[in-house]
């Protein structure tokens, strides 16, 4: 809450941060508030007013912390999990593409083939 004696709630939390319980500063950060709350972590998001940190969805990352809200994942990438934070180890696989925003690979069609790593487009 904003203010001592306060009939009601306070103001919301700032998006990027969550505020949980007792918490008295707009942007918490462990170690200059009271109460339970804090900066969003990379892979999770936090919109205005959050009491806890939401997993970046499918088809989406977030490598930044004090986010509010993912970033798409980028062509040549699949997101296929939630709370993905670090792409080194999302590159689309051989055989197959994947365009922006790809929670899933999409294999080469007969008479095409993807010979590289981290594609977006299927070769002929």
Known sequence: CATTGMTEDGEDCTA?????SGVDVPEPDG??????????????????????QIDC????????????????????YVCQAQGISDLSNHKCPRG???????????PCQ?????EQEGSSLANA
């Open 57 to 76: 969805g499918l088809g989406t990352y977030n490598s930044d912390v004090k986010q509010a809200e993912c970033k798409e994942c980028p062509a040549g």
């Open 110 to 114: 007969p008479g095409t083939y993807n």
């Open 16 to 20: 990027g941060y969550w505020c949980q």
């Open 31 to 52: 170690s200059n508030n009271k109460g339970e709350g804090g900066p969003c972590e990379a892979g999770k998001y936090c919109v205005e007013g959050s009491s806890e």
């Open 96 to 106: 197959s593409y994947c365009p922006k925003g790809s929670s899933a690979r999409t």
